[in-house]
């Protein structure tokens, strides 16, 4: 049975990115002592540019310094357009974090779609998985990967990764990444991790913030009905496994107690 999960709640910006800063390290250096490489899922939306301010960050000591010759970043969902579309959780990723890299650190390996298949978003969904079954299953032989960190997004109606409200696609057991033709929110064709992936996380943080995240922060909480919707479904199966990443704004009347520290 899994414990509840964790949510903190912060009063200024500059507190929550440096305890976010300190959660992803924490889950890297732990993965490497454990083997060598650091798999982090990222997701598009506003997660990037907070990511990119956490992780840019000078650091004051090795332990409290990105590696990131080990990371291997994928995406926890992505829309199928070219790479540098205004729509592209990888253009994001990029502009917000990895082109801001100072030249004297290395840079992470990413694994961005394949888009040669923007046609083709189930044969897209196939080649990502591809994908990850090399970079997982070759080496940990796997039923399901498990990411040594997912960094998620929660989106106003409770959508995590490209995993929307009511879909059949929460149903899935078996595989590692889906398609969508119809997304609820433009742009309609993606690529998604599937919920039993999204929440195989060693670690996995969400960030949601600001008053425009506080009826759906309650919601997901505080109600029966929220701990059904996408983001509610993580909550339940990986537990402590989570940790939310909110400000007073986002957390303004929600009962779930939260924390201030890690
Ligand atoms: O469509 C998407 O939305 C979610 C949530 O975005 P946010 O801006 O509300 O944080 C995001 O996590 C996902 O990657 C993206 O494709």
């Known amino acids: 049975m899994p414990t509840a999960p964790n ?46 301010e956490a992780l840019l ?19 926890a969902d992505e829309r199928a357009v070219p790479l540098d579309h205004e729509d592209s959780n990888h253009r994001l990723v990029k502009e917000e974090f990895l082109d801001k890299i100072p030249e004297d650190m290395d840079k992470p390996t990413v694994f961005p779609i394949d888009t040669k298949y923007l046609d083709d978003v ?4 196939d080649q990502y998985e591809k994908t990850l079954v090399k ?19 929660c989106g ?6 490209s995993l929307f409200p009511g879909s059949p696609l929460l149903r899935e057991t078996e595989a590692w ?7 609820p929110k433009p742009p309609p064709k993606r690529i998604t991790l599937s919920l039993p992936v999204a ?7 969400y960030l949601a913030t600001g008053a425009g995240k506080k009826e759906i922060l309650q919601k997901i909480f505080d109600t029966e009905e929220g701990r059904g919707l996408p983001c509610g479904l993580v909550n339940e199966f990986a537990g402590e496994r989570v940790s939310w990443f909110t400000d007073s704004a986002a ?11 890690l």
């Open 7 to 52: 949510l903190y709640s912060f009063d200024n910006p500059t507190d929550l990115v440096k305890n976010l800063r300190a959660f992803i390290i924490d889950a890297q250096n732990s993965s490497l002592e454990r083997h060598d490489v650091f798999r982090v899922a990222v997701s598009g939306g506003s997660l990037p540019k907070t990511m990119g």
């Open 57 to 75: 960050m000078k650091g004051t000591s090795k332990e409290d310094t990105p590696q990131f010759a080990k990371w291997e970043i994928f995406y």
């Open 122 to 125: 189930q044969e897209m969904a």
């Open 135 to 153: 970079s997982f299953a070759a080496r940990d032989s796997v039923r399901i990967p498990m990411f040594d960190l997912i960094l998620l997004g």
């Open 156 to 161: 106003p109606d409770g959508h995590t990764c």
């Open 177 to 183: 990444v889906l398609p969508i033709f119809d997304s």
């Open 199 to 205: 929440s195989h996380g060693i670690k996995i943080g």
């Open 251 to 261: 957390t303004e009347g929600v009962s779930f107690p939260s924390r201030s520290t």
